[in-house]
């Protein structure tokens, strides 16, 4: 009769000789997660022993992925490690994006909930845990830690220790009170005056590119486009020959917080999400943001444009003197 195949994952029949030194070797082939076939040998002073250090040896080569792996007693702080392993090593989440998880973590779902044992992890604690962020931080620490304990518990799904996901069967938190807030002429007005007095008699900091600031709220007003997109706009983006001029916003500014100076900035070739690729036009805004400001913004753009003749037509409209990305900050 032929052997039964073992199936990926499966550890089979395991044999314990004893070895003429008079300890034991248990010995047993594994099916890896591919289908591989693995003969597996471990000894000891006794046969539990040698039968230990080979399920270990099992579990080792089942998960080993060259970073942090799971046991059945492993606790959140530890899930929360490998989950950030996986998530920098699949490459499908932005540096900022990982920044954020590492310190919603750290700082909160750590202090509050790191020892307890995944597999005590239920519904009800969910719940609780939840309740305590909300009361001893604020709302949205509570949601952001939701969402990062949901994307935690689903990479134990992965690594086979849970069968569901209780951060989904847990109670909804209230979304956020959304305030809408409209900026008058007169307020316009007060932000332009504030921007070019900024450090203008103080000795605290450097003195702000004054100009720079004005052309990127004016635009920023005029367009509805984020800071990060106008900051991220190249000479070859703004089409001032055609009538209305328009600018094509197809790009962002990522800053990382754990790189220094100039180096945590880049021009990220995609926007924030899928539908931020787009065209907006550059007339002048319907509102008239103020008195005499009407297609100002406009003419910035074409002063952008033209202001360096020997830069190429990728260079950022704005940047810093040297050349640099200017930071959203």
Known sequence: MAKQKLRA???????????????????????????????????????????????????????????????????????????????????????????????????????????????????????????????????AAARKARSVLSLICQTEIEYDIFS????????????????????????????????????KDSGYGPRPNVETLENAMWIMVGTSVRIGEVLALRRCDVDVASSPSSALVNATIKQQRRMAFTGNRHRSGRGRSGGSCRRVSLRPPSVASSPGRVGEWRRTCLRRRRASRSASATTNAFCAPSSTTISKS
């Open 164 to 199: 569901f996901n209780p951060v989904r069967d847990a109670r909804r938190l209230p979304l956020p009170e959304r305030k809408t807030s409209v900026l008058t002429p007169e307020q316009l007005l007060l932000v332009q005056r504030l921007i070019r007095a900024w450090r």
């Open 9 to 139: 994952g499966e550890l089979g029949t395991i044999q314990v000789i004893t070895l003429p030194s008079g300890r034991f070797q248990a010995r047993a082939r594994l099916c890896d997660e591919v289908g591989k076939l693995h003969q597996l040998k471990a000894s000891g002073a006794t046969a539990a022993l040698a039968e230990t250090a080979l399920r270990e040896k099992a579990d080792s080569v089942l998960n080993d992925s060259g970073g942090p792996t799971l046991g059945k007693d492993a606790t959140i702080t530890q899930a929360a490690v490998v989950f950030l392993y996986d998530k920098g090593r699949s490459g499908t989440v932005e540096d900022s994006t990982t920044e954020a998880y590492e310190a919603s973590v750290r700082n909160v779902i750590t202090p509050t909930c790191g020892d307890l044992l995944l597999r005590d992890f239920t519904v009800r604690r969910c719940n609780r845990i939840l309740a305590d962020i909300r009361e001893q931080r604020s709302l």
